[in-house]
């Protein structure tokens, strides 16, 4: 498993800090329930702007396999994502930044696991029921 990567968030984004890590998906403990193998690389770095406001810039790439709810076969999964995570300290500021469009903002706490924030992306764009397309899966029922 991977060890929990615990930051100081305003520390993070304010010193411009960076995390990276290429891991099995077995590693991470909630993925580890979703995908049956494959890898992620992901890269978590720090920003703050002039005003204060703080986030962070994810990157999760990998070619992943997951079980097809139809056929209960295996299939393969992209994980492509590139993205700003926006940090609120508070409520309303939680409020302001997800009405910005395309925009994910999540309320921390004085400390934050990197780990846990790519496991809620990577899960956040997964379809609600994994299947192969239409007619895909490789063992067919009857016609
Ligand atoms: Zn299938």
């Given at each position: 498993?991977?060890?929990?990567v615990?930051?100081?968030?305003?520390?993070?984004?304010?010193?411009?800090?960076?995390?990276?890590?290429?891991?099995?998906?077995?590693?991470?403990?909630?993925?580890?329930?979703?995908?049956?193998?494959g890898?992620?690389?992901c890269?978590?770095?720090?920003?703050?702007?002039?005003?204060?406001?703080?986030?962070?810039?994810l990157?999760?790439?990998?070619?992943?396999?997951?079980?097809?709810?139809?056929?209960?076969?295996?299939?393969?999964?992209?994980?492509?994502?590139?993205r700003?995570?926006?940090?609120?300290?508070?409520?309303?500021?939680?409020?302001?930044?997800?009405?910005?469009?395309?925009s994910?903002a999540?309320?921390?706490?004085?400390?934050?696991?990197?780990?846990?924030?790519?496991?809620?992306e990577?899960?956040l764009?997964?379809?609600?029921?994994?299947?192969?397309?239409?007619?895909?899966?490789?063992?067919?029922?009857?016609?």
């Amino acid at each position: 498993m991977l060890q929990a990567v615990e930051i100081d968030p305003r520390r993070f984004c304010k010193d411009a800090q960076s995390w990276e890590t290429r891991s099995d998906v077995s590693e991470f403990p909630r993925l580890a329930q979703e995908f049956t193998q494959g890898a992620l690389f992901c890269r978590v770095t720090g920003r703050a702007d002039q005003l204060g406001g703080l986030s962070l810039k994810l990157t999760v790439s990998g070619q992943v396999e997951m079980t097809c709810q139809r056929c209960l076969g295996s299939m393969q999964h992209a994980v492509e994502i590139d993205r700003m995570v926006y940090l609120a300290r508070t409520e309303v500021e939680l409020e302001r930044l997800d009405a910005m469009p395309d925009s994910d903002a999540i309320l921390v706490g004085e400390t934050l696991s990197l780990v846990d924030v790519v496991e809620d992306e990577v899960l956040l764009g997964l379809p609600l029921a994994a299947m192969h397309a239409e007619g895909e899966c490789p063992v067919s029922g009857t016609q």
